[in-house]
């Protein structure tokens, strides 16, 4: 009996640390890195001068911004980005997956994220929507200027991946795995 209890403590210590491990190793190694790039842009009425704005004009413009990211947000224009790309894997349904669009809250800004696992991929993305935007959005609404804020640059880093909630989740695994172990070595006779 003595014996089987150390076996079963040592599974119950050492399955943890392994599926740890291994877990983390995973996420280190496995896993690729994923670089998120973001462009921006205000969205005016024509009617709207940055001096001279009224209460109307503002609300106008976050109206046409909302109505830009409708548009942004379209199969066309993930279409019409992933036609000026020769790179099989920017497709429009990937692009309708990593593309997010987004509307500053109070506000006409309307900001652009790609991620990607390659930096300078993410950057071109990104600046491209914008690109298409400026010149596809005026045809949609006859009143909408659009006014480029921020360029995408390539991030220098990627996105950090959660090793530690990854660690944790693997090191639980092996936790589960060394209980029904010691579970089924205590009751063995009962398995034969």
């Known amino acids: 009996m003595g014996r089987l209890l150390k076996l079963q403590i040592v599974a119950m210590v050492l399955l943890p640390l392994l599926f ?3 877990g ?12 998120t790039s973001t462009a921006t842009v205000v969205v005016r009425g024509t009617n709207s001068n940055s001096e001279d704005m009224q209460y109307e004009d503002v609300l106008a413009s976050q109206t046409l911004a909302k109505m830009v990211v409708s548009v942004a947000q379209s199969r066309e224009i993930a279409a019409e980005v992933s036609a000026t790309f020769n790179d099989p ?3 429009p349904d990937r692009l309708m997956d990593s593309v997010k669009v987004t509307l500053l809250p109070d506000s006409s800004i309307v900001s652009i ?3 990607d696992s390659q930096a300078e991929r993410s950057a071109r993305v990104a600046n491209k929507y914008i690109d298409i935007l400026e010149a596809e959005v005026p045809v949609y609404y ?5 006014t480029r804020l921020d360029y995408a640059v390539a991030p220098e880093r990627p996105l950090k991946t959660n090793s530690v909630l990854n660690t944790l989740a693997a090191a639980l695994a092996g936790l ?9 070595l205590a009751n063995r006779t009962y398995y034969r």
Do not use: D, N, R, S
Not at 24 to 35: G, I, R
Not at 142 to 146: D, N, R, S, V
Not at 176 to 184: G, T
């Open 20 to 22: 740890g491990g291994a």
């Open 24 to 35: 983390y190793h995973l996420t280190q190694v496995a896993v690729a890195p994923e670089f």
């Open 89 to 91: 894997t920017i497709t």
């Open 113 to 115: 994220q790609y991620i």
């Open 142 to 146: 006859k009143g909408a200027i659009l």
């Open 176 to 184: 589960a795995f060394a209980m029904i172990l010691a579970y089924m």
